[in-house]
T-cell receptor, first 113, second 116 residues
Framework: EAQVTQNPRYLITVTGKKLTVTCSQNMNHEYMSWYRQDPGLGLRQIYYSMNVEVTDKGDVPEGYKVSRKEKRNFPLILESPSPNQTSLYFC????????????FGPGTRLTVT | AQSVAQPEDQVNVAEGNPLTVKCTYSVSGNPYLFWYVQYPNRGLQFLLK??????LVKGSYGFEAEFNKSQTSFHLKKPSALVSDSALYFC??????????????FGTGTQLKVEL
């Protein structure tokens, strides 16, 4: 089954404790992105990758890191999480080309206390 | 900069009645427009897209959307609503500029509630 998977689905952590949210897709997509969803704000892009070893900042990159060492994986790293990073996070992937829709993972609900 | 507006936070409709979820957009060039649906505790699911061509686009689960360039709108419609259509709906736009990894700019979402 074609899908984007994320782990963990739920995470509660404390301020400053490094964490990684994994994302994997099995559709051989070139493009991958991370979004955060906050009430009243919709989804905003954090980082994106257009291929292996090619990553760039989205609209809200502060406090996040990413890497793309393999085509299928695109982990999101929070080196020192803060309470304002409490949010619902989605990984997405698509083929290269502007007409292609993005496929989204199930989401990771992160709470930073 | 591109933007999307969904003017209604919530839309209520009776089952069997037609539904409309409104969306307007702003881009510098020609838009690529998308609708996604989010069910509780699930990711976003793609419903339909407008790229070019016919202004009426048909998508999944009986949904359709009408592109209106003069009004910069892309309203989502369904002729007969079902209780199972109750969910959060997002409109999104991508302009034709390259880069951003196919970034979508999303509206704030519209909660659709279909009642018996």
């Amino acid at each position: 089954e074609a899908q984007v998977t994320q782990n963990p689905r739920y995470l509660i952590t404390v301020t400053g404790k490094k964490l990684t949210v994994t994302c994997s897709q099995n559709m051989n997509h070139e493009y991958m992105s991370w979004y955060r969803q906050d009430p009243g704000l919709g989804l905003r892009q954090i980082y994106y990758s257009m291929n292996v070893e090619v990553t760039d900042k989205g609209d809200v990159p502060e406090g996040y890191k990413v890497s793309r060492k393999e085509k299928r994986n695109f982990p999101l790293i929070l080196e020192s999480p803060s309470p304002n990073q409490t949010s619902l996070y989605f990984c997405a992937s698509s083929f290269a080309g502007l007409t292609y829709e993005q496929y989204f993972g199930p989401g990771t609900r992160l709470t930073v206390t | 900069a591109q933007s999307v507006a969904q003017p209604e936070d919530q839309v209520n409709v009776a089952e069997g009645n037609p539904l409309t979820v409104k969306c307007t957009y702003s881009v510098s060039g020609n838009p690529y427009l998308f609708w996604y649906v989010q069910y509780p505790n699930r990711g976003l699911q793609f419903l339909l897209k407008y790229i070019t061509g016919d202004n009426l686009v048909k998508g999944s689960y009986g949904f359709e959307a009408e592109f209106n360039k003069s009004q910069t709108s892309f309203h989502l419609k369904k002729p007969s609503a079902l209780v199972s259509d109750s969910a959060l709906y997002f409109c999104a736009v991508r302009d034709q500029g390259t880069g951003g990894g196919n970034k979508l700019t999303f509206g704030t979402g519209t909660q659709l509630k279909v009642e018996l």
